[in-house]
């Protein structure tokens, strides 16, 4: 018996349904990720915005060139990544100094929202393939899909810069 009293909905009611769960048991920790930057994106302004996007980049470039890696442990994940967390608290505290320079505009909402879509694509990218993440995390086979190929991650680092271009502005 159809709940709904009308034979044949509950049926297609059911697969949406089923289908928007699949999508966010795939990619939860993309909207976990970007959900998240919205929230700071909205409370702190899209300046700040544009300063965690420069901070990643910095702190990616900062990670990569330490001279001291050796002296840690080469197993420990939490580690490595909190030495990649320091380097960008770091960058973000000196671009945050700089974002007094940057033009003030009332931000919209959806430039606002794909802006921090594309820095938490960008902080998955950077996860999968510059940090040790995987070890301590285990991203579902359709988010590998979307962040794991060296093409993607190429294209996940240049879409913030793509996305500050039409919408930092």
């Given at each position: 018996?159809?709940?709904l009293?009308?034979?044949?909905?509950a049926?297609?009611?059911?697969?949406?349904?089923?289908?928007?769960?699949?999508?966010g048991?795939?990619?939860f920790a993309?909207?976990v990720?970007?959900g998240?930057?919205?929230?700071?994106?909205?409370?702190?302004g899209?300046?700040r915005?544009?300063?965690?996007?420069?901070?990643l980049?910095?702190?990616?470039?900062l990670?990569?060139?330490?001279?001291?890696g050796?002296?840690?442990?080469?197993d420990?994940?939490?580690?490595q990544i909190?030495?990649?967390?320091?380097?960008?608290?770091?960058s973000l505290?000196?671009?945050?100094?700089?974002?007094?320079?940057?033009?003030?505009?009332?931000s919209?909402?959806?430039?606002t929202?794909?802006?921090?879509?594309?820095t938490a694509?960008?902080?998955l990218?950077?996860?999968?393939?510059v940090?040790?993440?995987?070890?301590?995390?285990t991203?579902?086979?359709?988010t590998?899909?979307?962040?794991?190929?060296p093409?993607m991650?190429f294209?996940?680092l240049?879409?913030p810069?793509?996305?500050?271009?039409?919408?930092?502005?």
């Amino acid at each position: 018996m159809d709940l709904l009293g009308n034979p044949g909905i509950a049926e297609p009611l059911k697969a949406a349904l089923d289908y928007v769960i699949a999508f966010g048991a795939d990619f939860f920790a993309f909207i976990v990720v970007a959900g998240a930057i919205a929230t700071i994106a909205f409370y702190f302004g899209r300046d700040r915005l544009i300063s965690l996007i420069a901070a990643l980049y910095a702190g990616i470039v900062l990670y990569r060139a330490f001279p001291y890696g050796s002296l840690f442990p080469a197993d420990n994940a939490y580690i490595q990544i909190g030495v990649f967390v320091g380097f960008t608290l770091v960058s973000l505290l000196a671009f945050s100094g700089l974002s007094f320079f940057l033009a003030r505009s009332t931000s919209s909402f959806l430039g606002t929202a794909i802006l921090s879509g594309v820095t938490a694509g960008l902080i998955l990218a950077i996860s999968i393939h510059v940090l040790p993440v995987q070890t301590i995390y285990t991203f579902s086979a359709p988010t590998l899909a979307l962040f794991a190929s060296p093409e993607m991650f190429f294209w996940w680092l240049v879409a913030p810069l793509a996305g500050l271009f039409f919408f930092g502005r």
